[in-house]
């Protein structure tokens, strides 16, 4: 397993209490687990449904600045000191 780097923005940080994650994980689904366990308010904020592992469509999962829907998806492999940015829907007009 790798140590990743998690960072929040807006309201998922708002929700977690804390900007960012130090979690130990092969890939994105193991890292998200872990960080839902960490903080079990972001399940329904990240998941259309947690049970399936279904992600939000519109949230956004970035690693080293990279979106996972162009890599592996959930099955995205981490390495050591990678930094996972995971974004909420975002808004505008």
């Known amino acids: 397993m790798c140590m990743a780097k ?26 998200i687990d872990k960080l839902i366990a960490q903080c079990n308010k972001l399940s329904d904020l990240i998941f259309e449904s947690y049970e399936s592992h279904m992600l939000d469509e519109d ?17 995205t492999g981490l390495k050591k000191n990678d930094i996972v940015s995971i974004f909420p829907p975002l808004c505008g007009g």
């Open 59 to 75: 949230v956004m999962i970035l690693v080293n600045g990279r979106n996972i829907e162009g890599l592996n998806g959930q099955k």
């Open 6 to 31: 998690v960072r929040l923005f807006a309201y998922f940080r708002e929700a977690a209490g804390k900007e960012e994650f130090d979690i130990d994980a092969e890939n994105i689904e193991e890292l």
